[in-house]
């Protein structure tokens, strides 16, 4: 049986959907997936750290970890702010790198 071309494009942008969907959800561990090849592991250290979409604390906000919860990130910091991952940014004061590991 074939199958309709307008079926194959839906099926595939689905698909693309769902895995851009899964690449930008923290993991279940807290950990979030990050870009660039400079990858750092922190620890939060605030009772509720906000990640915002840009490195402003007017930015908005785009997600949250509790305290203690590790995550990889980016050596990269500006206005106080270290790169979690692609538009998500969280104040370096209250993320503090785990033993052993540099964050630049």
Request: aromatic share 4%; proline share 5%.
């Amino acid at each position: 049986m074939l199958v309709p071309k307008r079926a194959l494009l839906v099926g595939g942008a689905l698909v693309a959907v769902v895995v851009m969907y899964s690449s930008s959800v923290d993991a279940p561990n807290g950990s979030s997936p990050t870009s660039g090849t400079a990858k750092c592991r922190v620890s939060v250290t605030a009772d509720v750290l906000n990640v915002r979409s840009a490195p402003d604390a007017k930015a908005e906000i785009v997600g949250k970890f509790k305290q203690g919860a590790e995550t990889d990130a980016d050596i990269v910091v500006q206005n106080g702010f270290r790169k979690l991952a692609a538009n998500r940014w969280a104040a370096t004061e209250y993320l503090k790198p785990l033993e052993g590991r540099t964050c630049g």
